[in-house]
C-alpha cells in the first residue's frame, strides 16, 4: 500500500511542478507588461552586475515556460524514456538552482524580494520561500526515471491523487508569502476619488441611461460642450433649448463602471440660473455619438470663471457617504427652499 501512494505521490508532481513553472512565468510577464521592464521585479537579477541583468531575467522566463510546456509534452507515452528524463532532470537543477540564488540574495540582499511570482513576491526573502524552492527541487527529482502518467483508474485512486494534491497544495501555501499579498489585493477597493475611468465609458453609459432618454428632446448637439470631474463624479454639459431660451442641461455621472447613478439639472446658458422642466416634446431621433467635446458658441457660452462648481454635499444634493472606506455616498431628495437661504446652484433631481 506505500508503494502505491509512493507512485501516486510521484505522478503527481508532474503536473503540480508544471503549474507552478507556468504561473511564474506568466506573472513575471505581466510585471514586464506593466512596468515596461524586462529585468523589473526579479529578485535573483540583483546578484549580477547591471549589463547582465537583462539577459538573465530573459533566461529565468524562458526556461521557467520551457520547463512548464515540457513537463506536460512528455507526461504521457510520446515523452517516453530519455526526453522526459532530460526535462524533468532541467526542471530540478532549475530550482536547486533557484534555492542557491535564494539563499545568496538573502544574505547580500536581504530587503530584496524574490521576484518569484511578478508584483506578488515583493516581501524579502525568508526561511519559508527558501524551503519552498527545496521543496519543489525534491519533486522534480522524485520526477525522473518515472514511467508515464495515466487516467486514474477508480473512483478510489482518483481520490488518493487528489488528497495527495490537496496536501502538497496546502504545504505550498503556508510557505508561500505570496497568497498574504494576494488576499490582500482581492479585499482592496480602490477609493472612488482615485478611480480611473475614461470619459468615452462615462459617455457611454450616459447615453444608454434613463436620465438621457428623458431629457434627449431638449438637447440640441450630439456631443458635449463642457466636461469635468470632481472627485467621485464627472460632469457633462449639453446645449438645449426650453421654452425659446437657450439652456444647458448638466449631467453627474458617478464615477462606476457599471450602472452609475446619474443627475440632471437643466440651468441658464448665461446666467447659469436653475430652470423648471419644462413639458418634454416628443422624442427625437437618436443623434449619433462622439466623445469629442465641441466649443460653444461664444454668445451663448456661460463664463465658467464666475461659476462655481456646485457643491453636491454642501448643497444637501447629496448626503455624506455613509461607508468612509468605500468612499461611496448615499442619495436623498432635495431640502425645500427656505426663504431666508438662496437655493442651490444646482438642483439635482
Known sequence: MLSIVVAEA?????????????????????????VGSLDAGLGPTALFPMGLRRPVALTICIAELC??????????????????????????VLFLVATCALIELRTSHPETGCGCFGDFSTSPV???????????????????????????????????LLGILAAELVVLAALSP?????????????????????AVRTLTALRRSSQWRRRAGLITADVPVDMWRELCWRFVVFPARAADREAEVVFAVYLRPHRPAIHAALVDAVTGEVLAW?????????PG????VKPAKPALAPDRSRRPAPDLVGSGVLAAPTDPGRGIPAYRDPPAPRPDKDLPLYRVL
Open 278 to 286: 419644462p413639458e418634454l416634446p416628443a422624442r427625437r431621433a437618436g
Open 67 to 92: 520547463c512548464g510546456i515540457g513537463l506536460l509534452v512528455t507526461a504521457g507515452p510520446l515523452g517516453r524514456g530519455d526526453p522526459a528524463d532530460t526535462v524533468r532532470i532541467a526542471t530540478a
Open 126 to 160: 525568508s526561511g519559508r520561500t527558501v524551503a519552498r524552492s527545496a521543496l519543489l527541487a525534491a519533486a522534480a527529482l522524485a520526477t525522473i526515471d518515472m514511467p508515464p502518467l495515466h487516467p486514474p483508474h477508480g473512483g478510489a485512486e482518483a481520490g488518493r
Open 178 to 198: 505570496e497568497l498574504g499579498e494576494g488576499l490582500v489585493r482581492l479585499g482592496y477597493s480602490e477609493p472612488c476619488e482615485l478611480r480611473r475611468l475614461p
Open 289 to 292: 455619438w462622439s466623445t469629442e
Open 10 to 34: 510521484r505522478e503527481v508532481q508532474i503536473p503540480l511542478l508544471s503549474a507552478v513553472l507556468l504561473a511564474a512565468c506568466a506573472a513575471k510577464f505581466a510585471r514586464i507588461l506593466r
